[in-house]
T-cell receptor, first 115, second 113 residues
Framework: GENVEQHPSTLSVQEGDSAVIKCTYS??????FPWYKQELGKGPQLIID?????GEKKDQRIAVTLNKTAKHFSLHITETQPEDSAVYFC??????????????FGKGTKLSVIP | EAQVTQNPRYLITVTGKKLTVTCSQN?????MSWYRQDPGLGLRQIYY???????DKGDVPEGYKVSRKEKRNFPLILESPSPNQTSLYFC????????????FGQGTRLTVV
């Protein structure tokens, strides 16, 4: 099955700096890669996603890049703010399971933005 | 408001006492799933359902049951809970098909003593 590795597990940055979280996946048939943000006491919420037919996607201060050949994708947050502090999860769909939509998640990155 | 609602939010129970965690979504989504979240292990899928009466095992199904009798509801059943099922549980739903956003509930924190 799909295996998703996420690094780092914790990340501290100064307010205004950039943060980068990286993930690798194993299933070459995966074609959907979402990123979720989980704030304390809440469920994960989608912040950005990318499909395998594009290499990069940007939404204001957040961007995701995908390298299908190397099977890795990354989340980039620029000009970080204290409200960006949360746990971030990457995920990849189980592309090889025909007709299904199943996500495999990374183990998460706890991002702390220091004011 | 589009949402996934889980109940209860917090539950403490004893080993062996059957319990059900309910999940309901109001978005007419075909696909629903249950995850458990444990420190250092991230989110692991327990069971999922592609539509009414269609369910399948995820990565960690042992000790759990589910049912999907109606499109909007997807309860998680622990017939005989054990302490290793102490965890934070999330229900999620999405439109059918690959590559669509999953909406998560607020979570249920279960403690089995």
């Amino acid at each position: 099955g799909e295996n998703v590795e996420q690094h780092p597990s914790t990340l501290s940055v100064q307010e205004g700096d950039s943060a980068v979280i990286k993930c690798t996946y194993s299933d070459s048939a995966s074609n959907y890669f979402p990123w979720y943000k989980q704030e304390l006491g809440k469920g994960p919420q989608l912040i950005i996603d990318i499909r395998s037919n594009v290499g990069e996607k940007k939404d204001q201060r957040i961007a995701v890049t995908l390298n299908k050949t190397a099977k890795h994708f990354s989340l980039h947050i620029t000009e970080t703010q204290p409200e960006d502090s949360a746990v971030y999860f990457c995920a990849a769909n189980v592309g090889s399971k025909a007709g299904s939509y199943q996500l495999t998640f990374g183990k998460g990155t706890k991002l702390s933005v220091i004011p | 408001e589009a949402q996934v609602t889980q109940n209860p939010r917090y539950l403490i129970t004893v080993t062996g006492k059957k319990l059900t965690v309910t999940c309901s979504q109001n978005m007419n989504h075909e696909y629903m799933s249950w995850y458990r979240q444990d420190p250092g292990l991230g989110l692991r899928q327990i069971y999922y359902s592609m539509n009414v009466e269609v369910t399948d095992k995820g990565d960690v199904p042992e000790g759990y049951k589910v049912s999907r009798k109606e499109k909007r509801n997807f309860p998680l059943i622990l017939e005989s809970p054990s302490p290793n099922q102490t965890s934070l549980y999330f229900c999620a739903s999405s439109l059918q098909g690959k590559g669509t956003e999953a909406f998560f509930g607020q979570g249920t924190r279960l403690t089995v003593v």
